[in-house]
């Protein structure tokens, strides 16, 4: 029990702390004199490294799944810790998916696990959706980034969520078109966050903005399955679901 509380402890402060077997030694850590003047180390007992965490079997799971797409090592836990506003968190697990069924078996795990999961586009919110909060699984999809198709005579782009703003655009502009909704931040912003935050920009005085612009959404919901939301028609019946869940290909 004492290992697995100094386990949780060194997991939310994400450090590996090596201690000397017991702590009642700790009182006569100095070293002793020997007759040649040299200081001889104290004998202790067993030198642990604790690194059990109630994490471990999490992150094996998603290592499985992602091999070095899932990451913990600092560098990646304080990076995605913080997004464009003054909130800062950090997240326990940081997951790069390159398609949707990665991003259902990610949830699914995470449920398995009983462990919340965040989605993450390029970070560059202003209102700290992309901060985590309860030590989440963050799901970033910067490397779900392909326009699949383009479909000019329905004027219709299939596009994954991490594709950037601006890159949209680019792809269109030689074919006469463009992606109205233009954030300030859209040479690093993606359309999933776009999506998700309903962004705008200049242009959307003119043609709306994000929401106007998006036909369906494909979406893994928190039980792992995978539905669409919203179609092709102009004008579709029933509810305007299309801002939940995590967004992984856009139409
Ligand atoms: C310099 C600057 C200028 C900006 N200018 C504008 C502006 O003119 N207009 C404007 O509206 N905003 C602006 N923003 C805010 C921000 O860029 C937009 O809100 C943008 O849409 C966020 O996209 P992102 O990819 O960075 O999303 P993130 O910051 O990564 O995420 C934002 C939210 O979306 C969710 N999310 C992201 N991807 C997905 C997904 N695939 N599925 C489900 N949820 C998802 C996240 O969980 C989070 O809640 C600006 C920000 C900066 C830093």
Known sequence: MHVQALARKVTSKSQVRCSFGSSKDNHSRSGIDD????????????????????????????????????????????????DGSVLQG???IVCLPVDTEEVRQIVAVCRQHERPFLARGSGTGLAGGAVPVGDPVIIATAKMNKIIEVDLENRIAWVEPGVLNLDLTKELTPLGFHF???????QVCSIGGNVANNSGGPHCLAYGVTSAHVAAIEVVLPDGSVTVLGDLSADPPGYDLKKLGVVHQIH
């Open 35 to 82: 007759v040649n003047g040299f200081v001889t180390p104290p004998s202790y007992g067993t030198f642990v490294i604790v690194q059990i965490s109630p994490d471990s079997k999490l992150f094996d799971a998603l290592r499985f799944l992602l091999g070095d797409r899932a990451r913990a090592g600092d560098f990646e836990l304080s990076l995605y810790g913080k």
């Open 90 to 92: 950090r997240p326990s």
């Open 180 to 186: 109205a909704p233009d954030p300030s931040s859209q």
